[in-house]
Nanobody, 117 residues
Framework: QVHLVESGGGLVQAGGSLRLSCAVS????????MSWYRQCPGKQRELVAA???????TYPDSMKGRFTISKDNAKNTFYLQMNSLKPEDTAVYYC???????????WGQGTQVTVSS
């Protein structure tokens, strides 16, 4: 089994920062990529940031500039640094990994981020 546990969400004022963490554990041979998604109220889940095992990062245009994804291989943990937060960033944030030769995907349970104006 694979377990992804997010932490770091909470309530923050507009303009503030948060860092989300995703701790990965379980029977994983190799992680191909790690990513963060979010689901804003009433909207579909969307990609926020992704990072490959080699460290290449990807951000949708709408997420560039305020979000930074990183990883710590030694801790089996990856992160999402969020700066200059806006009320429209309010969402449940999910971490996801793709692993193994067949590209299995696993999700975390989600962590709520609420940005007050």
């Amino acid at each position: 089994q694979v377990h992804l546990v997010e932490s770091g969400g909470g309530l923050v004022q507009a303009g503030g920062s948060l860092r989300l963490s995703c701790a990965v554990s379980g029977s994983i041979f190799v992680i191909n990529s790690m990513s963060w998604y979010r689901q804003c109220p009433g909207k579909q889940r969307e990609l926020v940031a992704a990072i490959t095992a080699g460290g290449t990062t990807t951000y949708p245009d709408s997420m560039k500039g305020r979000f930074t994804i990183s990883k710590d291989n030694a801790k089996n943990t990856f992160y999402l640094q969020m700066n200059s937060l806006k009320p429209e960033d309010t969402a449940v944030y999910y971490c996801r990994i793709v692993h193994g030769g067949l590209g299995y995907a696993d999700w975390g349970q989600g962590t709520q981020v609420t940005v007050s104006s």
